[in-house]
């Protein structure tokens, strides 16, 4: 019987994914652990491995595709011994699988069968200058609209010649067909571009031509979801607090100066923000109450310090975590995140490297931000935000003298992390900024 390849779910909250490339082409031989296919979710781009052996018999979904759904058919394996043209044909294919092919191909001939004087719901497919249907993705009829594109006119790659985004941006490469402008009513006004009721409050407010619409990719629909959903849920608690680095920046010199070296450079090379992700996990291990999350029947209270570190890629930003940071050495750090950063702005980041952690890291001191609040990101509790270092006047014993400086700002959720909870967190990170031996013994 031939062997469904489905859409895999890569994370607890993943609907649909795209299918960025095929590893694999028809008539393959394959083996459980193989590589089939990279999947881009809105955070990363995954591999997804085999767990049987066969032959290809057919891609169902071409490289490319956008917004397949889990659970949907994308491949079709012949098991060992199983004629490869009849699996193919799907006349092997398990009853689910079948239900839901014959739903697909009934779904056009049920459209066909409408009567004329319908009007045209908003999903329709864009008529054919032959008058036959064209198939085409919803993201891909705006894209042609935008461009002036006749739709009709594009060659469709998706399944079932359907017409999808990639399609639309080779044929606008190529100078594909325009559309003639519909003619307008004398009555009614010309259609604007495809916008929401929110889209109109806002869009009311700037001149005809003066801007352009760049639809919202996955990844920055999630961080407005998220961010959202943290600010309307979670009573965010802000504790500020001044820290010296002069210690700290010469036990870091002291440090790099002191690696070893591998294969011609040195085994490490400790940034600032590597000693700021160890002195956080101190703190918590040192203030466990502060260790925490919330939910609605229970304070759960973690028993190692994972702390994310909130990296910027293209279009957002995702957070790989550094798991039982408090147990690991400066220089173990220091390589993890380098390796973590490196494949976060690949988007090659596992799930389990960037969901859960206890607390996170956000430093715009690189930047030259001097103070600011970063939104607590749940089911965390806390985050930290790192300000610039900078050289500012301190009074000592009476005296003026220079020193490095940097805030750093704790927002915590309120429900589990009261003002003195929070203080007693950060007056230990502090003790560790400025008293960085701590963190080696």
Same mark, same amino acid.
């Given at each position: ?27 393959? /031989? ?6 089939? *296919? ?9 591999? @997804?491995? &085999?767990?049987?052996?066969?032959? @290809? ?15 949907? %058919? ?42 004329? !004087? ?24 705006? =894209? ?44 009614? !006004? ?12 806002? #869009? ?38 001044? *820290?010296? =680095?002069?210690?700290?920046?010469? %036990? ?29 996990? %101190? ?33 957002? #930003? ?19 995140? /380098?390796?973590?950063?490196?494949? !976060?702005? &690949? ?22 931000? /001097? ?12 985050? %930290? ?25 704790? &927002? ?30």
């Amino acid at each position: 019987m031939p062997i469904n390849i489905t859409m895999p779910a890569l994370s607890p909250t993943m609907e649909e994914g795209n299918l960025a490339k095929w590893l694999v082409k028809e008539g393959d /031989k394959v083996s459980s652990g193989d590589v089939l *296919c990279e999947i881009e979710t809105d955070k990363a781009t995954m591999e @997804v491995e &085999s767990v049987d052996e066969g032959t @290809v018999a057919k891609l169902v979904v071409p490289a490319g595709t956008e917004g397949v759904k889990v659970n949907a %058919l994308i491949a079709i394996l012949a098991a060992d011994g199983e004629d490869v043209a009849a699996a193919a044909s799907g006349s092997g294919a398990a009853p689910a699988a079948k239900a839901e092919a014959a739903k697909t191909e009934a779904a056009p001939a049920k459209a066909e069968a409408a009567p004329a !004087a319908a009007p045209a719901p908003v999903a329709a497919q864009a008529p054919a200058a032959s008058g036959t249907r064209t198939f085409s993705s919803p993201l891909a009829r705006r =894209l042609a609209k935008e461009a002036g594109l006749d739709i009709s006119v594009v060659s469709g790659t998706g399944p079932h010649g359907r017409v999808v985004k990639k399609d639309v941006e080779t044929a606008v490469a190529g100078g594909g067909a325009k559309a003639a402008p519909a003619a307008v009513p004398a009555t009614a !006004a010309a259609p604007a571009l495809p916008k929401g009721a929110s889209d109109e409050a806002v #869009l009311k407010n700037f001149a005809e031509g003066s801007y352009e619409l760049v639809p919202h990719d996955g990844m920055r629909k999630v961080i407005a979801k998220r961010l959202q959903e943290s600010k309307q849920t979670i009573p965010h608690f802000y504790v500020s607090v001044d *820290c010296e =680095l002069d210690a700290l920046l010469a %036990l870091r010199a002291q440090l790099n100066a002191a690696s070893p070296e591998k294969d011609g450079k040195p085994a490490y090379k400790l940034s600032v923000n590597d000693m700021v992700i160890k002195a956080l996990a %101190l703190a918590l291990r040192d203030v466990p109450d502060a260790n925490v999350s919330w939910t609605e029947t229970n304070m759960v209270k973690h028993k190692h310090a994972d702390v994310g570190v909130a990296v910027s890629i293209p279009g957002g #930003l995702i957070t790989p975590i550094v798991r039982s940071a408090e147990l690991k050495s400066l220089s173990a750090i220091s390589n993890e995140m /380098k390796d973590l950063g490196a494949r !976060a702005k &690949s988007r090659k980041l596992k799930p389990e490297e960037f969901q859960g952690g206890t607390t996170a890291v956000s430093n715009m001191g690189m930047m030259g931000v /001097k103070n600011f609040a970063a939104v607590v990101n749940p089911p965390h509790a806390t985050i %930290l935000a790192i300000g610039a270092g900078e050289e500012r006047v301190v009074v000592k014993k009476g005296q003026m003298v220079v020193a490095n400086v940097m805030t750093v700002t704790l &927002s915590t959720d309120h429900r589990a992390v009261d003002g003195a909870l929070g203080a007693e967190l950060l007056g230990a990170f502090k003790r560790y900024i400025e008293n960085p031996m701590g963190m080696l013994v």
